[in-house]
């Protein structure tokens, strides 16, 4: 695998998806959890194209749910890796919804996935993260914010202790 430094506008995928009727939830639009799975699916792929090895996800930092997904569009998830530790990316995915007769698109969701690059289950380094543009410079800077407060959140988490037998 190649450890050669990437920009973030390198490190782009693009997928979509058609909203089936099998997707619908209750109230006739597609299911969130639906559109989790989907999410994980495009912070796997664009991790392990970046990383050049499998990898898992260990956490669903934030998720946004701005509008209901119809049943009958076609769902786009761009995914960028933003942010880089040693073994960890942190992936973002914007969700764009599109009208397919009109082509008019809604953004519907954005999220933050942290995965981790793995070799035969052990963690791995990962190729260092570049910007080249004022809106991957933005990009960079709010995840690696956002990265301190998780990371302040899991060491508070990591003192409380598992419950009894
Ligand atoms: C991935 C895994 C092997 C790493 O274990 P480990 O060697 O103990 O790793 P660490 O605790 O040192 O964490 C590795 C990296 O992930 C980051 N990380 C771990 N848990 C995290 C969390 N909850 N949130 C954000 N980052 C996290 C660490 O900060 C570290 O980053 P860095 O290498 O860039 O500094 C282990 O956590 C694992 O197997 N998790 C389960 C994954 C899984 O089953 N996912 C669902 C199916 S894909």
């Not at 530790?85 to 942290?114: A, K, L, W, Y």
């Amino acid at each position: 695998m190649s450890m050669e430094a990437r920009y973030v506008d390198e490190t782009v995928v693009r997928m979509a998806e058609l909203m089936t009727p099998a997707l619908e939830n209750f109230s006739g639009h597609v299911h969130g959890g639906a559109i989790l799975a989907l999410l994980d699916r495009a912070a796997y792929v664009c991790s392990c194209k970046f990383a050049g090895c499998y990898c898992v996800t260990v956490a669903v930092d934030w998720v946004e749910f701005r509008a209901p997904v119809r049943v009958g569009e076609l769902l786009i998830l761009t995914s960028r890796v933003v942010h880089v530790g040693t073994s960890s990316m942190t992936v973002e995915i914007e969700v764009e919804s599109q009208d397919i007769p009109t082509g008019e698109c809604r953004r519907t969701n954005i999220c933050t996935f942290t995965m981790v690059a793995v070799r035969d289950g052990v963690k791995v380094s990962v190729p260092r993260l570049l910007s080249r543009t004022p809106e991957d410079d933005a990009r960079l800077r709010s995840a690696g914010l956002h990265r301190a407060v998780r990371e302040e959140y899991r060491r508070r988490h990591e003192q409380i202790p598992d419950p009894p037998a």
